[in-house]
Each structure stands twice: as C-alpha cells, then as structure tokens.
C-alpha cells in the first residue's frame, strides 16, 4: 500500500482526505461500483473499492470485498434481495486479504473464491477450489465476464509492498473494467487542470519491481498489454481501486483503449531498462 501512497504524492495528491465516504456509484444497468474507505496506519486514507455485478442469469457476484456498512449495505441488500441473490465473491487482488472475512460473513451462502494468497493468509474461510488466477475459473463466468492475468510479472510478489498483479475483469455487458492496482487512474488537482490536464490513467508504479528477472519478461509484459487494448477495445468504464472510476457519461477525454495505449508508453523505458539488464 505504501507505494500507492507514493503514487498518489507524484501525481500532485500529496494531500489526501482523511475519510473516504463510502458510497455507491452505479456505472451500468447492471454494474454498481463501492467506493471504500481504507487507511494506511488508521491515518491516510486511499480508498478501496468492490463492485457488484448482475449476471445475465440474474443473480449477482460480487468482484472483491469491503465490509458493506450504513448506507452502502441498505443498498447493496435492496438490489440483492435481502443478500439471497448473491451467488459468489470473486476476490481478484492478491494482496486485498482485509476485508474478505466480512465479506463471507455478510453472505454465508456466497461461494467464496480468492487467490492462492488469500487462501494461504485465510486457511479457515471456506474457499472454493478454484483460485480466480484459474483459467478454469475464467471459464466458469465466462457468460459475463472476461478475465486477464498480467504476463511477464510475479503475480504473488515475494516482495509484501509489490502489489502490481492482479486478475482484471471485464464484464462485457456493461463494458467496464475492475482493476485493482495493476492500473490506476486518477482525477488531477485544480492546480495542475490549470494547464490542461484533468486526469490519468497508469500501471501501478511498481512495474519495475514486479516484473520477473528473466530474458523475455518486459516482451511478455508489453504483448500483454497490447493485446488487452485489442481484446477489450469496446470498454468504456473503468473502476480502479485507491483511486477512482471512470465512467462514460464523465469522460471528457480519450477512451479507455487509447487510455491504455498511452499508459504503456509511459512505462516503456522501464521495460526497456529491463530488457537491457535480462534479455
């Protein structure tokens, strides 16, 4: 989380709010993002995020976990029946463990699945077997979802403040990404909107640590990236955790693919340093 934080202060965000108000946003007919709140060392708060999804077969799945509270839980109960419609909690981040006991305990009845991580940090909660880096998980959801694990990087870094990796999702219905950290994207302050510029989309800045020391991982890496801009060329949302959503109706710039095109650029002398190093 501390390399968030140092994000955040590059970006011109040195000032943080200190509490986040949850609350929902509702990006699509059938996509609503949580906006959390999550402070480091009880003090800075960066946010966190889940989001709740309607399949297709009308129940619904919820992508990570927060612990619903107040307001957020009366609507996320309303739309949900009660919590009886929630068929699944996919946890997608490998190093968001925090609220994912909460999450389990508010719907008992959801099938549970996390990463290898979270199942190791959490041996009693009962997990599915799956893990959500699974392809045969990705298959299982594939009616609604499309899932990407990042190539040419440690998706469990032994590193515990690398936390790049992620499984992103794309719920094709609505046309939005859940992200956590991998990407990030935030709304600039007025100071620097000045010169034009209103927000940005970008990998996570631990890229240059995560990536795995071998020949060949920042091609990997970058084929990636390429062909996720191919393959998810028609979305139009994205929800990113720490720091905000983009949604359509409030884009007033470039598209989330010509986004995405740009964020690469931005970490090309990274990867290019690290092709020099390993090949």
């Not at 699944?88 to 925090?98: K, L, R």
Request: glycine fraction near 6%; include cysteine; hydrophobic fraction near 40%.
């Amino acid at each position: 989380m501390a390399s968030t934080l140092v994000f955040f202060r590059r970006q011109g965000h040195g000032k943080l709010s200190a509490t986040m108000r949850p609350h929902i946003i509702q990006v699509a007919d059938d996509f609503w993002n949580i906006r959390g709140s999550f402070k480091i060392g009880g003090v800075v708060d960066i946010g966190t995020q889940a989001s709740l999804v309607r399949r297709g077969n009308g129940r619904f799945v919820f992508l990570d976990s927060y612990a619903l509270s107040d307001d957020v839980e009366r609507e996320a109960l309303e739309l949900t029946n009660g919590g009886k419609d929630v068929e699944a909690i996919v946890n997608v981040h490998p190093f968001h463990t925090v609220f994912a006991r909460k999450m389990h305990e508010r719907f008992p009845h959801a099938k549970l699945y996390g990463t290898a991580r979270h199942v190791s940090r959490l041996p009693e909660l009962p997990w599915e077997e799956l893990r959500t880096e699974d392809p045969e998980l990705h298959a299982m959801f594939a009616d609604d979802f499309d899932f990407t694990v990042p190539r040419g990087v440690d998706f469990i870094s032994a590193n515990e403040n690398v936390h790049f990796s992620s499984v992103l999702v794309l719920h094709r219905a609505s046309k939005t990404i859940h992200v956590d950290d991998t990407l990030m994207y935030v709304r600039l302050p007025p100071m620097v909107r000045a010169f034009g510029l209103t927000d940005a989309m970008s990998f996570h800045p631990t890229l240059g640590k995560a990536l795995e020391k071998r020949a060949g991982a920042a091609r990997d890496f970058r084929d990636w990236a390429e062909e996720l801009t191919e393959r998810w060329q028609d979305a139009e949302n994205l929800c990113a955790a720490h720091t905000a959503a983009l949604t359509a109706p409030k884009n007033r710039g470039a598209s989330i693919p010509d986004r995405l095109v740009k964020a690469l650029g931005k970490v090309d002398r990274t990867l290019t340093a690290h092709a020099r190093k390993y090949g």
